[in-house]
């Protein structure tokens, strides 16, 4: 699928689309609980629906009706199960722990991304402590063996991911446990939020200096009902359009939340835009955008749209720094971003540690790759509203697989796109 994007300023005032991260943390919680949940949530990404899948093959029953997700928890676990994870890696590093705490003989099976992205810190963690593994880089991948509980150290790129699968699986197991956190790069707020999930089901968890400790034989309790935060992510995105128009509002976002995308805010305040909070409504117009340095740590997921932002300040350069690097299909995602906005019309360098995007450049549309990226395909819909021309992403499938309600919420907002089908 690829998609036309046609310049159009975006107004008004939509509800969030519900977290995709927070929604998928509920998810396995309630499937572990002592009874049935029913999770509010307005948006069921791909991800989302693999994941109800392999809980499901797992013993739960998860159904979905409009704006709803009942899950009946997992009684009798089955055992010797297949768990295909599709194109989600976080399915694949959130429930390898979790069948293992169940002790279940399972295999994973994957396609696309997660085959080439590594969980050997995952993986050598677990067989630390009692569970067999297939051959490294092998798949499907398979397990057997019970997790038993001990002192977890994971660190690297995508450790927050690994600590999120350990920690749902920890209070299973039969006595207390502890993960060093010293290792961490970046995205800590993620384990803040698994946290957060973990505590709202009952379970107690004890943060001490750079650990977590997690008593075994705890037990999930079911809040009942419990509605998924809204999505900071994608409505970082959308909120960034809002800095070159009339205004976007967002309604259901928390400014409490623990999603680091939120920092979107203060920056494009930072940057000149006029922001405001009231209520429940968040609120971006336009402002005179200047240039500014912006420490990019653990704010990967929203450097596209601040990249966009910059390329439409009207004075000064945007520096960012300190990116914690990921690799999108054996480029750095920052050179894809780069290559990008060179194909529109941007000029933009990176650094040994960043990104420079210079600003008052005539971005005159053209055709990019999404890169399998669908921040890509999103940031591409924020540059075309003030573009001189249409913008063509190649690819775009991502988009609907990750977050499947931002066009729509695009259109109400008064964003213009044509969906071609290849």
């Known amino acids: 699928m690829d998609i036309k994007l046609i310049p159009s300023k975006l107004n008004g005032c939509i509800e969030a689309s519900s977290s995709k991260a927070y929604t998928q943390r509920l998810l396995i919680a309630a499937s572990l609980c002592d009874k049935e949940t029913v999770i509010h949530c307005n948006c069921l990404p791909e991800e989302i629906k693999v994941t109800a899948s392999c809980l499901n093959v797992l013993g739960a029953n998860i159904t979905f009706e409009e704006g709803r997700i009942t899950v009946k928890p997992i009684q009798e676990p089955n055992d010797c199960v297949e768990l295909d994870c599709g194109e989600s890696d976080l399915t694949l590093r ?21 085959v080439s992205r590594p969980i ?22 398979e397990i057997s063996g019970k997790l038993q509980p001990g ?43 698994t946290v957060c999930v973990m505590r709202e089901f009952g379970i107690s968890v004890e943060e001490k200096d750079e650990s977590i400790i997690v008593k075994g034989n705890q037990k999930y309790v079911s809040p009942e009902e419990i509605t998924a935060q809204g999505d900071w992510l994608s409505s970082a995105y959308l909120l960034t359009a809002g800095a070159f128009s009339d205004g976007v509002s967002i309604k259901g976002l928390d400014s409490d939340s623990f999603q680091n995308e939120k920092e979107i805010l203060d920056i494009l305040k930072r940057m000149g835009a006029d922001v405001s909070i009231e209520q429940n409504k968040v609120t971006v117009k336009k402002g005179g955008l200047k240039g500014v340095q912006i420490d990019a740590r653990a704010l990967y997921d929203i450097i596209p749209a601040l990249s966009v932002a910059a390329a439409y300040c009207e004075s000064g350069i945007t520096v ?21 906005l060179l194909n529109v019309g941007g000029v933009s360098a990176q650094t040994d540690d960043g990104l420079i995007v210079w600003s008052g450049e005539n971005i005159i549309g053209g055709e990019v790759l999404s890169s399998d990226d669908y921040k890509i395909v999103m940031a591409m819909a924020v540059m075309v509203t003030n573009s001189n021309g249409e913008i063509t992403v190649k690819n775009a499938d991502c988009l609907n697989r990750a977050n499947p309600e931002f066009l729509e919420n695009y259109k109400k907002l008064g964003g213009k796109f044509d969906v071609i089908n290849n």
């Open 320 to 340: 960012f720094s300190n990116i914690t690097q990921r690799r999108i299909k054996e480029k750095n995602a920052t050179a894809v971003f780069s290559e990008c």
């Open 151 to 193: 002192k977890f150290k994971l660190s690297g790129a995508m450790s927050a991911q690994y600590v999120t699968g350990l920690l749902l699986a920890l209070p299973l197991l039969d006595g207390e446990s502890q993960i060093d956190l010293s290792g961490i790069d970046g995205f800590r707020n993620y384990i803040d939020m």
């Open 94 to 114: 959130f429930l390898l722990p979790v069948a293992a705490a169940l002790g279940l003989n399972a295999k994973f099976t994957a396609s696309g991304r997660p």
């Open 120 to 141: 050997v810190p995952l993986r050598n963690e677990m067989q630390s402590y009692g569970v067999t593994f297939t051959p490294p880089w092998k798949y499907p991948i």
